[in-house]
């Protein structure tokens, strides 16, 4: 079973720029969530997609992000235009059925992240 | 809202230890905890899974304890490896209809010396 992959793996980019990140869920998952480390910082909470509906987008820092997730598969998060507090680590993670009653499908599988550094 | 600390924030220990990594959490209505390990450069791999409801789990070499009331987590590693060297995340997620995030520790380092 494929697990969870992002890209691009890196992205370096200038201040003002638009950077837009995928991720690709485990084949199955209904739910999938962005969290972000910056510099420093613990691994943060950022949104949370069932399917292709925004259940939870609390942790989305301001309007400069953008995530979608057309027809509930991949989703993508855009950041326009990038500042330079954005720099950091873009973790994407994905879980089955919310209804889901054994640890297995609780879990919540991440993938490798994306490496953003905004120059 | 939710806190999670994680002492002590580097370890370093000799092959064959057995050791514990410790997690406190601020706000005792969990859903469940959750560990993961990352390597260097990489995505964070699931260790284990508590439900609020259980004492521990156990994986291998490796033995999860949750102690809701008092808001804490163990995390024991019996005859540690160096391959065991990585950072280990402690994250919870709380007790909160309809949502899933988890609220992450900023992680213990651990590093085995062959």
């Known amino acids: 079973e494929a697990g969870v992959t992002q890209f691009p793996s890196h992205s370096v980019i200038e201040k003002g720029q638009t950077v837009t990140l995928r991720c690709d869920p485990i084949s199955g998952h209904d739910n999938l969530y962005w969290y972000r480390r910056v510099m420093g910082k613990e691994i943060k909470f950022l949104l949370h997609?069932?399917?292709?509906?925004?259940?939870?987008e609390s942790g989305m820092p301001n309007n400069r992000f953008l995530a979608e997730r057309t027809g509930g598969t991949y989703s993508t998060l855009k950041v326009q235009p990038a500042e330079l507090e954005d720099s950091g680590v873009y973790f994407c993670?994905?879980?089955?059925?919310?209804?889901?009653?054994?640890?297995?499908?609780?879990?919540?599988?991440f993938g490798p992240g994306t490496r953003l550094l905004v120059l | 809202k939710q806190e999670v600390t994680q002492i002590p924030a580097a370890l370093s220990v000799p092959e064959g230890e057995n050791l514990v990594l410790n997690c406190s959490f601020t706000?005792?209505?969990?859903?469940?905890l959750q560990w993961f390990r990352q390597d260097p450069g990489k995505g964070l791999t699931s260790l284990l899974l508590i439900q609020s409801s259980q004492r521990e789990q156990t994986s291998g070499r490796l033995n999860a304890s949750l102690d809701k009331s008092s808001g804490r987590s163990t995390l024991y590693i019996a005859a540690s490896q160096p391959g065991d060297s990585a950072t280990y995340l402690c994250?919870?997620?709380?007790?909160?209809?309809?949502?899933?995030?988890?609220?992450f520790g900023s992680g213990t380092r651990l590093q085995v010396q062959p």
């Open positions: 993670a994905s879980s089955q059925d919310a209804a889901g009653v054994t640890l297995r499908q609780e879990t919540q599988y």
């Open positions: 997609f069932v399917k292709e509906s925004k259940q939870d």
């Open positions: 706000d005792s209505a969990i859903y469940n």
């Open positions: 994250a919870v997620r709380s007790l909160d209809t309809g949502r899933r995030a988890l609220t």
